[in-house]
């Protein structure tokens, strides 16, 4: 009996061992596919050892997510127990910033973790992976700018192979939605009512876009400088609101007419807020924060939201630091599944931050000079306005600089039946200063020009350099049925990434395929219907 049961323990434990070494072979093979194998084989391996559960439910898309929230989660605590009075005043403003994005890549991998099966799509956690390698970069940025790129290599966010744990897990998460018959095509659903807003957008959100004075009427909060309202700053309500709310229902503040000067900041929390003005150049947000000033570009918002399902309408957001100041943000936005309707962004350089995650521009006007238009949101504008303004000097002006770094990001920049021309402080003089329509800020730029008016200001090239051959054959530059005196395509740039779109390529970047990876319908009087 003692020998069947010596020899029954002895099968188990082969077993056991074969199941082991079966799956230690499918993390080998399965790392070998992505950007970063030897740091998958070892962190993923460590996961595998830890786990309860690590002879069932094999799920390798997952262990990768656990990984890189675990290593997260390290490079969180040994930050936070860094004293920030020891550093000196560029430093400690770097090291805000960052402190500020871990949490945030906290939050959205925390999110990920344990619901990827079932709850989540694969469109979602690819936005938020996203999301989390733009804050790992924009920490990294913010430490350049300030000229203390000798403290990287020590940044506890930056030296625990994170950015590269989450490149990994870009590349698994992009292989598993092929294969995953559970998620949904992205083609499978349209994603444009009627009306031109995002299916996303709920039937009460779309109504109060479409009339301001429903909107007003239905505000839980005023603002009013003259008293008339609950509050005479937007800081104050956003405060108030943070308390006085309930759930997730949609919270309405109504911001009336006048020139608000401040700083606003609306948090991770406060979802599913909506800000409506009393209209363009009648409700205006003003600020002048720059990086001249000791701030960092990611700082020098005058308005920053990162908040999901941000809602603005009818509103002007201003940074008045001029363009002697350099990077000047107006308005930064990192919130997913985020409106601005009717808005005005008016700024130099670095004038609007679409930071990351899915967002939606429709009937906006935008203002300014150098990268105006900038950051690594997966983003579209709509029937808008891009007014280019006059320089300093010795500048060039460039409308966009898409910030996306890893090929598996699904971000990019879509402008779409919209307008670009001269300010009226540019247009006497705009044949002393060139214009481009983008230039690639980071190694897989992505952005594309749709049946968009293209004034005579845009020079023949289209594009510029970054630096030298910087990212020209990873790119994807695109321009499909473009009109406009600058608009012709014929002494363009031949890069490899520049692509002349046919009406299939400019098919994969109408809004559905940026926003939640469905196809969008244009808005009314636009002859499209699915896609293009």
Known sequence: ???LVVAHLISIISLLFLLSHAKGNQIISSCSQTPYPD??????SDTLLSSKDQYSHFNFRGMALQATVDRAKQAHQL????????????AKAAWTDCLELSESTLSHLNHMVGSTANTISSEDIQTWLSAALANQQTCQNGFIEMGLGSHLPSLPFLSSNISKMLSNSLAINSGASVSNSKIKPSGGRKLLSNDGFPEWVRLNDRKLLQTSSSAASQADIVVAQDGSGNYRTISEAIAAASTARSGTKRFIIHVKSGVYSENVNIPQSMINLMLVGDGIDATVVTGSKSVIDGSTTFASATFAVTASGFIAKGMTFVNSAGPQKHQAVALRSGS????????????????????SQRQFFRNCDIYGTVDFIFGDAAAVFQSCNIYVRKPLSNQQNTVTAQGRTDPNENTGFSIHESLVTAASD?????????????????????????KTELDSLIDPAGWLEWSGNFALST????EYMNTGAGASTTSRVRWPGFHVMSAIDAAKFTVGSFISGASWIPATGVPFTAGL
Not at 39 to 44: E, K, L
Not at 79 to 90: G, I, M, Q, R, T
Not at 336 to 355: E, H, I
């Open 1 to 3: 009996m003692a020998k």
């Open 39 to 44: 740091v998958c084989n070892s962190f993923i």
């Open 79 to 90: 930050a936070l127990a860094v004293e920030p009075n020891s550093l000196d005043v560029l």
């Open 336 to 355: 997913d599944l985020s409106v601005f309707y009717q808005c005005s962004f008016q700024g130099y350089q670095d004038t609007l931050y679409v930071y």
């Open 426 to 450: 540019l247009k006497p003089v705009q044949a002393l200063f060139k214009t481009y329509i983008g230039r690639p800020w980071q190694q897989y730029s992505r952005t594309v020009f749709m």
């Open 475 to 478: 790119l994807y530059y695109g």
